[in-house]
C-alpha cells in the first residue's frame, strides 16, 4: 500500500532525490502501528543505505514507528545519506539509553521532517516524585559527524535534551519545533558542544530548560529566527565545571524572541577555577516579552552550593555586544553582569538597549564588570 505513496511524494521532492535509491523501511518489516517494535527493520535500512556507494534515501512514511534506542553509525560508503520522515516515531516511556536516536561518524547526512516522539512524561512524574528514577535520555545525538543538515524536524516530549550536537562540523539544523511543558525538568532544545560551524534558523522552541544551550569547545555558532518561551533562554553555559576546559568564541544570536521565559540571554559560569573563556559574542535584534533575566551574566552559579562556595570563576568573559534589544522584564533588574571578581568581564557593549519593568523604570546591575555603551540606554548602564 505504501508503494503509491512513495510515488506521490516523487512527484514533489527534488529531482537529485528522485535520482537516489530508496529504502522503505516498510519494506524491511516496519510497521507504523505505534506497536510493533520496528527497530530492526529501521537499523536493516540504515546498513544497506550506508553500505551503498550511491546516494540513499531512507523513507519513513506515515504512521507511528515504535522504536528502542538506535545507533546509526559510520562511516559510510557514500556521503549523501538523507533519512525522509513523513511520519512519527515513538519511544519506549521506560527505557533509559544515554540517547534515543544517536548518528556517530557520519558524514553528509540529512534528516527532513518527520516527529520524534520521546514521550517523557512518566520519566518527568518521576523526577518530581522524589522516588530513585532513571536520568532519562536524549532524543536525538549527532556526534563526531560533519556536513548534516537537519530540516522541518518536530520534536515532542523528550526525556532529557531534544538535540545534541556534539564533536561536530558544518551542521545546519532549520524549520525545527520543539516542544515540551514549561515545568518538564533538564530537556533542553538544542544543546551545542566541541562543535564548529553550527548554524540554527527558523525554529521554534518551547520546553522545560534552556530554548538552546551553548557547551565548551563551540565555536563559529549561528543562531537567528527563533521564538522561544517557555523556558530558560538562550545560554552559554554552564562553563568552568572544570579546570581544564574548551572556551567558546565566535557566536552570533540574533532576531530571536523570548515569550515569558526565566532569561533572555544568558552567560553562566560555575563559581570555581577554570582556564575556560567566552569571547566575541553577538547578542542583537532581541526582543523579550516578560522575561524575568533579559540579559544576564551570572559568574557565581553554583547549585546547591555544592563543591564551589566561596571560589570564584576563572572563566574570561570579553568582547560580548548587546544591540537592538528590546521590550519588557518580569523582574526589577532588567540587565545584570555578576562577573568574577578573578576574571572580571572585559569589553561589554551595549547599543540601544531598551528595557522596562511592567511599564517603569528597570534597573541594571554590575559587578566587576567593564564596558561601554552608546546610543538609547534604559536601564542606564552600570558599566565602568
Given amino acids: 500500500m505504501e508503494r503509491p505513496i512513495v510515488l506521490i511524494l516523487l512527484m514533489f521532492v527534488p529531482q537529485s532525490w528522485a535520482s537516489q535509491t530508496w529504502y522503505n523501511v516498510v519494506d524491511f518489516g516496519a510497521k507504523g502501528d ?75 547526512v540529512s534528516i527532513r521532517g518527520g516527529t520524534l516522539d520521546a514521550q517523557g512524561g512518566s520519566l518527568w512524574a518521576c523526577k518530581k516524585s522524589g522516588r530513585n528514577c532513571p536520568r532519562g535520555a536524549t532524543t536525538l545525538g549527532i556526534t563526531k559527524s560533519k556536513n548534516i543538515e537537519i530540516s522541518g524536524l518536530t520534536s515532542i516530549n523528550s526525556q532529557m535534551f531534544h538535540i545534541v550536537i556534539n564533536g561536530c562540523q558544518n551542521v545546519k539544523l532549520q524549520g525545527a519545533k520543539v516542544t515540551a511543558p514549561g515545568n518538564s525538568p533538564n ?8 562543535s564548529k560551524g553550527v548554524t540554527i534558523l527558523n525554529s521554534v522552541i518551547s520546553t522545560g530548560d534552556d530554548c538552546v544551550s551553548i557547551g565548551p569547545g563551540t565555536a563559529n555558532l549561528w543562531i537567528q529566527n527563533i521564538h522561544c518561551g517557555p523556558g530558560h533562554g538562550i545560554s552559554i553555559g554552564s562553563l568552568g565545571k572544570g579546570l581544564e576546559e574548551a572556551g567558546v568564541q565566535n557566536v552570533t544570536v540574533r532576531s530571536v524572541k523570548f515569550d515569558n521565559t526565566q532569561n533572555g540571554v544568558r552567560i553562566k559560569t560555575w563559581g570555581r577555577p577554570s582556564k575556560g573563556f567566552v569571547r566575541n559574542v553577538f547578542f542583537g535584534h532581541v526582543i523579550m516579552n516578560n522575561v524575568q533575566n533579559p540579559i544576564i551574566i551570572d559568574q557565581n552559579y553554583c547549585p546547591n552550593n ?39 568581564c572585559r569589553k561589554i557593549q551595549l547599543k540601544n538597549v531598551r528595557l522596562s519593568y511592567k511599564y517603569q523604570r528597570a534597573r541594571a546591575l554590575c559587578s566587576n564588570a567593564a564596558g561601554t555603551a552608546a546610543g538609547r540606554i534604559e536601564p542606564s548602564s552600570c558599566l565602568y
Wanted: aromatic share 8%.
Fill in 306 to 344: 555544592q563543591n564551589c562556595p566561596g571560589q570564584v570563576s576563572g572563566v574570561k568573559i570579553s568582547d560580548v555586544t548587546y544591540q537592538d534589544i528590546g521590550g519588557t522584564s518580569a523582574t526589577e533588574v532588567a540587565v545584570k553582569f555578576d562577573c568574577s571578581k578573578a576574571s572580571p
Fill in 187 to 194: 530537556t533542553d532544545g538544542i544543546h551545542v558542544q566541541l
Fill in 34 to 108: 505505534g506497536k510493533t517494535d520496528s527497530t530492526s527493520a529501521v537499523s536493516k535500512a540504515w546498513r544497506q543505505a550506508c553500505a551503498s556507494t550511491k546516494p540513499s534515501t531512507i523513507y519513513i512514511p506515515h504512521g507511528r514507528f515504535f522504536l528502542r534506542n538506535l545507533h546509526f553509525s559510520g562511516p559510510c560508503n557514500n556521503r549523501a545519506i538523507t533519512v525522509a520522515m513523513a511520519g512519527i516515531l515513538v519511544a519506549p516511556p521506560d527505557f533509559s539509553a544515554a540517547t534515543w536516536l544517536l548518528f556517530e561518524g557520519v558524514d553528509g
